[in-house]
């Protein structure tokens, strides 16, 4: 069976993630979108409520689960039996850093491929910081999240 995992913030999950997923699920035989929990950064979701909305978005396709991990990502992949990581990729601008981190997660596990996806094109400009500032000033986020995860940012900012 083929394994792969998505990690990501997902703080929150947009559309442009969402495009990933259904990529990744297509792909592969089952997918794991896991929300890395990093003690350095401080989100604006809590990890239970990024799980839940991955959760909401996620309902319905059969072969995907949604999980987190802390620690090493190489290390949740081995624990998980993934054979491949998946990462979007938007423009040349992920490029260097999606590149680095690929060949240190090889260097750890060399069993472990990265597999790139690249995004729809429409999604190209969309990241999850770029939503939670357009939203922050009270700009249109239509489009880019889900009805769902608009309206739960909305009340998360107006906290
Ligand atoms: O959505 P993001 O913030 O771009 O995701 C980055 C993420 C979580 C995939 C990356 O920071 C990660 O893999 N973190 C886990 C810690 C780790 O394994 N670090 C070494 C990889 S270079």
């Known amino acids: 069976m083929r394994k792969a995992i998505y990690p990501g913030s997902f703080d929150p999950v947009t559309y442009g993630h969402i495009d990933i997923i259904e990529r990744a699920r297509?792909?592969?035989?089952?997918?794991?979108?896991?929300?890395?929990?990093?003690?350095?950064?401080?989100?604006?979701?809590t990890l239970a409520e990024r799980m839940e909305m991955l959760q909401e978005v996620c309902c319905g396709m059969d072969n995907v689960t949604v999980d987190s991990f802390t620690g090493l990502l190489v290390r949740y992949a081995e624990q998980k039996d993934a054979q491949v990581i998946i990462r979007g990729l938007?423009?040349?601008?992920?490029?260097?850093?999606?590149?680095?981190?690929?060949?240190?997660?090889?260097?750890?596990?060399?069993?472990?491929?990265?597999?790139?996806?690249?995004?729809?094109?429409?999604?190209?400009?969309?990241?999850?910081?770029?939503?939670?500032e357009v939203a922050r000033l009270g700009g249109p986020i239509q489009g880019l999240v889900t009805p769902t995860i608009e309206r739960r940012l909305r009340e998360k900012l107006n906290q």
């Open 90 to 132: 938007r423009a040349v601008s992920d490029f260097e850093y999606e590149f680095q981190m690929a060949l240190m997660n090889r260097t750890i596990d060399p069993a472990i491929e990265t597999v790139f996806m690249m995004t729809n094109s429409d999604y190209s400009f969309l990241s999850s910081s770029i939503v939670q």
């Open 26 to 45: 297509r792909t592969f035989d089952h997918l794991i979108v896991s929300v890395a929990v990093n003690p350095h950064k401080t989100p604006l979701f």
